[in-house]
């Protein structure tokens, strides 16, 4: 099992700045990536960003590009979503998840294996 911690949402003006956190615990597997999916109010879930844990590659949405930065602590298990320059459309609960055992860029919902409560970002305008 692999347990996800996140946090670090709240509330922002827009053009200011988040940091997200999610930690995860549990088992671990050779090869796996953490991602961010979002999902805004009557919209579906939608993909953001994900990190290869083992070589670090990462994978952004459009939206997002040049704004949000994903990072990772690996001794700590943890994934860091930087997110900078915020527009309203940003406001939405963000979740952290694991696709176990991918040797390609998991990008879909149904890839990922593992999720995280929750977190709630809402920027104003």
């Known amino acids: 099992q692999v347990q996800l911690v996140e946090s670090g949402g709240g509330l922002v003006q827009a053009g200011g700045s988040l940091r997200l956190s999610c930690a995860a615990s549990g088992r671990t597997f050779s090869s796996y990536y953490m991602g961010w999916f979002r999902q805004a109010p009557g919209k579906e879930r939608e993909f953001v960003v994900a990190?290869?844990?083992?070589?670090?590659?990462?994978y952004y949405t459009n939206s997002v590009k040049g704004r949000f930065t994903i990072s990772k602590d690996t001794a700590k298990n943890t994934v860091y979503l930087q997110m900078n320059s915020l527009k309203a459309e940003d406001t939405a609960v963000y979740y952290c998840?694991?696709?176990?055992?991918?040797?390609?860029?998991?990008?879909?919902?149904?890839?990922?294996?593992?999720w995280g409560q929750g977190t709630q970002v809402t920027v104003s305008s």
């Open positions: 990190i290869s844990w083992s070589g670090g590659s990462t």
């Open positions: 998840a694991v696709a176990t055992n991918f040797r390609r860029p998991a990008v879909r919902e149904d890839e990922y294996d593992y």
